[in-house]
């Protein structure tokens, strides 16, 4: 049995006490209330909250959270007030012992959704790690565990949700790939912004190398990547060609980039685009022969002609330095 056990089991029987001198009409704990007169109430199995929902319950989630050795009065500064409290506790600050989190929060999308755009059903701390039953995200009973994120975030993005699951990325985690990335990996987990920023596409590259490095490698290598490397977001980048949630093989005649559908999302962009047109290829590799002879041969070309002009007339130069000093020395 862990200590975490033996603390609220002890913190229970303390409620049960606490319910016993109640009961016998002795008066109510003074202010400020304990965690054991908080539970004499929120333990009891009868109590209900003002919606319904059974307290015991939150009790006994507290009690194996990674919370549970903090007093309740320390997250509900209302609890601290003689009892009985308000039907309804202040809001819990978070942030008074995860302020650099907070700080990230604050400058997210979610928090100018909720604090300043007026949407009270925009998502704070509790609407994704949960309330009284908080786990460490890296235990599977967490809602912010790696393979429930998609479900966590999909309780309010429910289409997006549906994409996800649909594409390869989703098809790769349901089939237990850990490198598979889910929604954190792309837009963060508390610093989210909106993603029709130039910033945001700016970035968007750079998210993607982190798994697919040799292909943005050779994006990089084309007129997009490089008008991209400069600053300037009006080009395609990876999610404007294949998709952002619903991403599919290019085998797959749904897909941004199937052969059925690539006149079509190119022509997003280069307005009269033809099967001709899109034959260019997006991500060349010189190196790669399978890929384009004439790439290759290409490339092999260049290799020997840059290094050739300029050894060239570097020797050239240098000779011709060379006779000016001597013809000079002789006059």
Known sequence: MSIRSIRFGLLVAAACLGSGIAAAGQPAPASPATSEDCLACHGDADAKRPDGRSMAI???????????AIA???????????????????????GSCHDEVAGKYHDSMHAWAK?????????SCADCHGTHDITPHTERTSRVYRDRVPATCGGCHAGVREKYDAGVHGAALKKGASNAPVCVDCHTTHAIT??????????VTGECGMCHAKVVESFRLTFHGKVTELGSA?????????????????????????????VETCGRCH??????FVQYDPHPNPSDYSRGAVLWWANRFYWLLIPGCFGF??????????????????S
Not at 250 to 261: D, Q
């Open 115 to 123: 604090e300043k755009a007026g949407l009270v059903g925009a998502p």
């Open 234 to 262: 009006r080009v395609a980048a990876c999610a404007d060609c294949h998709g952002a949630h619903d991403i599919l093989p290019a085998a797959n005649r749904a897909s941004m980039v199937s052969k059925a559908r690539l």
């Open 313 to 330: 007339f570097g020797l050239h130069s240098a000779l011709w330095y060379w006779r000016s000093r001597r013809d000079g020395g002789r």
């Open 58 to 68: 939150d009790a006994a989630r507290f009690g194996t959270s990674i919370h549970a």
């Open 72 to 94: 309740c009065a320390d997250c509900h500064a209302d609890a601290g007030r003689e009892l009985p409290h308000p039907d309804r506790l202040a809001k819990v600050a978070c």
């Open 271 to 276: 307005q009269g685009a033809t099967e001709k």
């Open 194 to 203: 909106r993603t029709d920023t130039d910033a945001w596409r700016l970035r």
